[in-house]
């Protein structure tokens, strides 16, 4: 047999989940192939890989896969890596651009619009490039390292980053022209303030029988591994991204949650509740738990 196939999220906030697998002492072990969100969960719809690290909303779009227990790219309250910019207060927002690169994201935006900013607006899907975006749009959904460069720009002009200046950029590497006068909102903040519950972003979900109980403790061995190095993980983040890594490591430690406990649940079976309810997925069925089924959540 051939090694099994792992499609990662290439995003930071997945780092600590496979640093085992990629430089730890997991590495070589198995297939691992990076993409951005929406990739990972159609490279698992397709069969080209066996377990990928997915947006949690498509869990409920496939079938004959399992979650893996205990682990999640979540967010207790405020995320930094997920955001939406306007150029009116949001309340005022007639079209949004949606970025492709997100499935759960673009859902829990959906849900806010309409139960917590008690607006309908016109969704424009749009590649992730923030400038264009604002330019078709009154508002946008900006994920993953891109938003997370912009928060800490923001952060700077605030006098929240140490140093000033915003990470060693230039003016032109701004993601968004004139940031000083676009309203920012914190997605996961926001749900948190609407639900009272966390949100989990990502899962791992795997086809079923791909992971066994010995593949399975490799997983949450890569994890506990990560979570153990997140200081390293900093470091060679910022240099590839050139942000401080102070703040990397600051947004790895506080802002991402890589667990999936009762909270984090908690707020992912609401998750489902309400995106079946809007018409976003067919239904919310029971999260099904690799190893587990007869103790399978109810959703």
């Given at each position: 047999?051939?090694?099994?196939?792992?499609?990662?999220?290439?995003?930071?906030?997945?780092?600590?989940?496979?640093?085992?697998?990629?430089?730890?002492?997991?590495?070589?072990?198995?297939?691992?192939?990076?993409?951005?969100?929406?990739?990972?969960?159609?490279?698992?719809?397709?069969?080209?890989?066996?377990?990928?690290?997915?947006?949690?909303?498509?869990?409920?779009?496939?079938?004959?896969?399992?979650?893996?227990?205990?682990?999640?790219?979540?967010?207790?309250?405020?995320?930094?890596?997920?955001?939406?910019?306007?150029?009116?207060?949001?309340?005022?927002?007639?079209?949004?651009?949606?970025?492709?690169?997100?499935?759960?994201?673009?859902?829990?935006?959906?849900?806010?619009?309409?139960?917590?900013?008690?607006?309908?607006?016109?969704?424009?899907?749009?590649?992730?490039?923030?400038?264009?975006?604002?330019?078709?749009?009154?508002?946008?959904?900006?994920?993953?390292?891109?938003?997370?460069?912009?928060?800490?720009?923001?952060?700077?002009?605030?006098?929240?980053?140490?140093?000033?200046?915003?990470?060693?950029?230039?003016?032109?590497?701004?993601?968004?022209?004139?940031?000083?006068?676009?309203?920012?909102?914190?997605?996961?903040?926001?749900?948190?303030?609407?639900?009272?519950?966390?949100?989990?972003?990502?899962?791992?979900?795997?086809?079923?029988?791909?992971?066994?109980?010995?593949?399975?403790?490799?997983?949450?061995?890569?994890?506990?591994?990560?979570?153990?190095?997140?200081?390293?993980?900093?470091?060679?983040?910022?240099?590839?991204?050139?942000?401080?890594?102070?703040?990397?490591?600051?947004?790895?430690?506080?802002?991402?949650?890589?667990?999936l406990d009762e909270e984090n649940l908690a707020g992912l079976r609401l998750y489902y509740e309400e995106c079946a309810r809007a018409g976003l997925i067919p239904k919310a069925r029971e999260l099904e738990f690799v190893g587990a089924a007869s103790i399978a959540h109810q959703l």
């Amino acid at each position: 047999m051939g090694k099994l196939r792992i499609s990662i999220v290439e995003f930071l906030n997945t780092a600590p989940l496979v640093w085992g697998f990629t430089d730890g002492p997991l590495a070589g072990r198995y297939d691992l192939s990076f993409a951005v969100p929406s990739q990972c969960a159609e490279d698992l719809r397709a069969g080209s890989v066996d377990v990928g690290i997915i947006p949690a909303i498509e869990y409920q779009r496939m079938e004959n896969v399992v979650a893996l227990p205990g682990m999640a790219v979540a967010a207790k309250n405020e995320v930094r890596s997920i955001l939406v910019i306007s150029k009116v207060p949001i309340e005022q927002a007639r079209s949004f651009a949606l970025d492709t690169n997100s499935r759960s994201s673009v859902g829990l935006v959906r849900l806010l619009c309409n139960g917590h900013w008690r607006i309908a607006p016109e969704f424009i899907d749009a590649p992730p490039d923030a400038e264009k975006m604002m330019e078709r749009a009154d508002a946008a959904l900006i994920i993953g390292d891109p938003a997370l460069r912009l928060r800490l720009q923001m952060d700077a002009l605030e006098g929240k980053v140490p140093g000033g200046g915003c990470c060693g950029l230039d003016e032109g590497d701004h993601p968004v022209k004139n940031v000083q006068t676009l309203f920012i909102y914190d997605v996961a903040q926001q749900w948190r303030e609407m639900t009272g519950l966390p949100c989990v972003l990502a899962i791992w979900v795997a086809r079923r029988s791909a992971v066994t109980p010995e593949i399975l403790a490799d997983f949450q061995a890569s994890r506990e591994y990560g979570l153990a190095h997140i200081n390293d993980i900093a470091e060679g983040a910022a240099l590839k991204l050139d942000l401080p890594p102070r703040e990397l490591e600051r947004y790895l430690s506080e802002n991402i949650d890589f667990s999936l406990d009762e909270e984090n649940l908690a707020g992912l079976r609401l998750y489902y509740e309400e995106c079946a309810r809007a018409g976003l997925i067919p239904k919310a069925r029971e999260l099904e738990f690799v190893g587990a089924a007869s103790i399978a959540h109810q959703l």
